[in-house]
T-cell receptor, first 115, second 117 residues
């Protein structure tokens, strides 16, 4: 149990376009989901916390107008990178909070390359 | 703000031997969780072990155990009988409980564990 999926796993886009990444909890309901970013050979950095039915909470330094987060249901959160630029190229990982220990279960990640 | 420090960028161990990965953290809170996550080359984050700060007993999961020293703010991971499949990046992480567990994780920079056959 406690499976989290992400789609797509890999995306290449042109500079200036927008990209949407989906995060789904497949076998449990997640009132809270999290979005992290990981640059090559670096650690995961929390970008934002997403609560179902309410606005996301962004970490300091993360542009909320650039990284739009929607948590429309208890099993789905989306991250839209608007007007993507090459510096937005990164590995984006979501996690969903659930289970008896309120553990965070991670998705497999999405690799974004902006040309 | 909380910080998590992993001072070993890379560790190497012979297969079947024991290795210990270090982690220290800084917080003014008394209620929190600590975690070790494993990230293999696939980049899927896998939970290895968790520890509640209010518990004095060290957590154990099969070959994985922790040495939790709350006063020293230290949380090391011991891997016994190392196997080739243990090779991965290991991240130590902190989660505050002030929000009822709804906070995100703060990660250390990671330790790259190499298993020598």
């Amino acid at each position: 149990g406690a499976v989290v999926s992400q789609h797509p796993s890999w995306v290449i886009c042109k500079s200036g376009t927008s990209v949407k990444i989906e995060c789904r909890s497949l076998d449990f309901q997640a009132t809270t989901m999290f979005w992290y970013r990981q640059f090559p050979k670096q650690s995961l950095m929390l970008m934002a916390t997403s609560n179902e039915g309410s606005k996301a909470t962004y970490e300091q330094g993360v542009e909320k107008d650039k990284f739009l987060i929607n948590h429309a249901s208890l099993t789905l959160s989306t991250l839209t990178v608007t007007s993507a630029h090459p510096e937005d190229s990164s590995f984006y990982i979501c996690s969903a909070r659930g289970g008896a220990w309120e553990t965070q279960y991670f998705g497999p990640g999405t690799r974004l390359l902006v040309l | 703000a909380q910080t998590v420090t992993q001072s070993q960028p890379e560790m190497s161990v012979q297969e079947a031997e024991t290795v210990t990965l270090s982690c220290t953290y800084d917080t003014s809170e008394s209620d929190y969780y600590l975690f070790w996550y494993k990230q293999p080359p696939s980049r899927q984050m896998i939970l290895v072990i968790r520890q509640e700060a209010y518990k004095q007993q060290n957590a154990t999961e099969n070959r994985f155990s922790v040495n939790f020293q709350k006063a020293a703010k230290s949380f090391s991971l011991k891997i016994s009988d190392s196997q080739l499949g243990d090779a991965a990046m290991y991240f130590c992480a902190y989660r505050s409980e002030r929000g009822g567990g709804a906070d995100g994780l703060t990660f250390g920079k990671g330790t790259h564990l190499i298993i020598q056959p």
